[in-house]
């Protein structure tokens, strides 16, 4: 795809210029907003490619601009933040945003998230082509109509509730989905058990689907958040 319009909402004037000017020498597009209320207003007008959202915005939490943008679209939004608790990534990432990146940040890093998240915007293009029942990831297939996996050529042997988990991993590739949103999704509620099951799961399908379980290739594991698809070159 070409090179995506990024709305960068950000009240901190040195930090706005910084990502703009950053966007700006890699030839991205991008908007400005100082605000929440700016912020909606230029996401609904321009139904820009990405979203990069500070959460201490001077007129509304970034919370609330996630969940009132989730209302009506998909758009990927990238929370850049100061607040780097575990429960605030998990309370943005529950609520809709994509990434959570903390402050501060390297530019590299800036550009790498951005990276990630339009390959996945690629692969949401993509997502009514003629071959959209076949996901293909480095060495893994999955075959969505058929609800077979196969890993090298070799066809996995996983439980229903494994190929669940990696059909819903797979679906959204480069995102990070929390424990809440990965039980809701599986068992249709969110229990302290229904967590522990799923890290038993997790682990199960890793020894099926990592050569190396300790250095994932394919899973990547957010501690105390939840589990991230890797797109595999």
């Not at 007008?45 to 998909?74: A, E, K």
């Not at 607040?83 to 605030?88: G, L, N, Q, V």
Request: proline share 4%; with cysteine.
């Amino acid at each position: 795809m070409n090179k995506p319009v990024v709305l960068v909402v950000e009240d901190d004037v040195p930090v706005r210029n910084l990502m703009c000017t950053t966007l700006k020498t890699h030839e991205y597009k991008f908007l400005t907003a100082a605000d929440g209320a700016e912020a909606l207003l230029l996401a609904s007008s321009h139904n820009p490619d990405v979203v990069f959202l500070d959460l201490g915005l001077p007129d509304m939490d970034g919370i609330d601009v996630i969940r009132r943008i989730r209302d009506w679209s998909n758009m990927p939004i990238i929370v850049i933040s100061a607040r780097s608790e575990d429960t605030d990534k998990i309370e943005a990432l529950d609520a809709g945003a994509d990434d959570y990146l903390t402050k501060p940040f390297s530019v590299e890093e800036l550009l790498a998230r951005l990276r990630v998240t339009v390959r996945r915007l690629s692969l949401m293009n993509g997502a009514n082509s003629a071959d959209s029942a076949v996901y293909l990831n480095g060495k893994l297939k999955i075959d969505y109509s058929a609800g077979c996996a196969w890993l090298d050529g070799q066809e996995l042997k996983l439980t229903p509730i494994e190929y669940k988990l990696l059909c819903l991993l797979a679906r959204n590739t480069g995102k990070v989905l929390t424990h809440t949103f990965i039980t809701q999704k599986i068992w249709g509620r969110s229990w302290d058990n229904d967590v522990a099951s799923l890290r038993v799961f997790m682990v199960n399908l890793r020894k099926k689907l990592e050569s190396a379980p300790d250095s994932p290739q394919y899973i990547q594991t957010h501690i105390g958040i939840g589990y991230r698809m890797l797109k595999v070159e």
